[in-house]
């Protein structure tokens, strides 16, 4: 069965930290792995990681995939009050006939204190 | 651009209802959208995958008869809940994927329809 793993599962950090979000994977067919930021609604689309050791960036956010150790890290530097939401990981697999739904972590649900 | 509209936000109806869900991609097509369920406290569960023009594919566990797929063009899927019942109330999102070009793009979420039945 497939399997996508976050930690931790709720963090509490003062406004100006720099946290780490971990994401660890147990798939077949892995084509990539997906970050979002869910706030009240639905996810909003952060990165997207396909090839091994490539970090992303946007702004203060960054992430980097690890296909040997099946994992990924989420970065926020110098955390605001708004980044305060639900972090999911989810991966993507390849199929025969081409798109697959997303397998989703639990999330991790980061509070920024001011 | 990848916007997803879903409709309606909010739903609330007596058991036995059925309740109608849209899923449009606004400026883009999309030949597959996909159904995913989330419970509070949990995380996203993906339902079926909604392909235009030909039958949606459900996981395991979910029923087909209960939840009805249509996706009749390459900008709107309807998730239809048969006869709903308490247990049916849940947060559901629609998402949408880009496949024009040749680029690995992601998913883009609706913002989700909050049903409650009573």
């Known amino acids: 069965e497939d399997k996508v793993v976050q930690s931790p599962l709720s963090l509490v950090v003062h406004e100006g930290d720099t946290v780490t979000l971990n994401c660890s994977y147990e798939?077949?067919?892995?084509?990539?792995l997906l970050w979002y930021k869910q706030e009240k609604k639905a996810p909003t689309f952060l990165f997207m990681l396909?090839?091994?050791?490539i970090e992303k960036k946007s702004g203060r956010l960054s992430s980097i995939l690890d296909k040997k150790e099946l994992s990924s890290i989420l970065n926020i530097t110098a955390t605001q009050t708004g980044d305060s939401a639900i972090y999911l990981c989810a991966v993507e697999l390849y199929s025969g006939g081409g798109a697959d739904g997303l397998t989703f972590g639990k999330g991790t649900h980061l509070i920024i204190q001011p | 651009g990848a916007v997803v509209s879903q409709h309606p936000s909010w739903v609330i109806c007596k058991s036995g209802t059925s309740v109608k869900i849209e899923c449009r991609s606004l400026d883009f097509q999309a030949t597959t959208m996909f159904w995913y369920r989330q419970f509070p406290k949990q995380s996203l569960m993906l339902m079926a995958t909604s392909n235009e023009g030909s039958k949606a594919t459900y996981e395991q566990g979910v029923e087909k008869d209960k939840f009805l797929i249509n996706h009749a063009s390459l900008t709107l899927s309807t998730l239809t809940v048969t006869s709903a019942h308490p247990e049916d109330s849940s947060f559901y999102i629609c998402s949408a994927r880009d496949f024009t070009g040749y680029s690995n793009q992601p998913q883009h979420f609706g913002d989700g329809t909050r049903l409650s039945i009573l």
């Open positions: 396909t090839s091994s050791g």
């Open positions: 798939v077949t067919n892995f084509r990539s």
